[in-house]
């Protein structure tokens, strides 16, 4: 009888044990998940940010570059004229998340409006 509560006991522990650590394990996961979405949404937001400068400063600026940002980079993918209009689409992976980025811009005379900012899934 005693030996089989001890039996019992020891399976009870070992099972809260393994549930315990894998809680820990999942929890490191998504916070590295989130911190690497926030690191490809800000080297992403800097391409785009890069990128509407160089508009600014050369309206046939048409993208297509990489640009290196520390020890990640970044994609200028394309920037795209329609009228007063410009898109500007980018790109940013880094260990475990990519993020695109689509701008929109009203380049006017009295300066540029931002008409668009928004996330994609696939560009």
Same mark, same amino acid.
């Given at each position: +009888? #005693?030996?089989? !509560?001890?039996?019992?006991? !020891?399976?009870? =522990? +070992? #099972?809260?044990?393994?549930?315990? =650590? ?8 998504? /916070?590295? !998940? #989130? *911190? %690497?979405?926030? =690191?490809? *949404?800000?080297? %992403? !937001?800097?391409?785009?940010? /890069? ?7 050369? @309206?046939? *600026? ?13 994609? /200028? ?8 209009? @410009?898109?500007?689409?980018? @790109? #940013?992976?880094? $260990? *475990? ?6 701008? +929109?811009?009203? +380049?006017? =005379? ?8 928004? $996330?994609?899934?696939?560009?």
């Amino acid at each position: +009888m #005693a030996l089989t !509560s001890i039996i019992i006991l !020891s399976l009870f =522990s +070992m #099972a809260l044990v393994f549930t315990v =650590s894998f809680a820990g394990f999942s929890t490191r996961q998504n /916070i590295n !998940s #989130a *911190y %690497s979405k926030n =690191s490809s *949404y800000d080297h %992403s !937001s800097s391409c785009a940010n /890069i990128a509407l400068r160089k508009a600014l400063e050369d @309206k046939d *600026y048409v993208g297509g570059e990489t640009i290196p940002l520390g020890t990640y980079q970044c994609q /200028i993918l394309l920037v795209e004229t329609n009228g007063t209009q @410009k898109t500007v689409k980018t @790109k #940013a992976i880094d $260990e *475990y998340t990519t993020t695109n980025l689509v701008i +929109m811009v009203d +380049m006017l =005379s009295t300066g540029p409006v931002l008409l668009q900012w928004k $996330e994609i899934p696939v560009l």
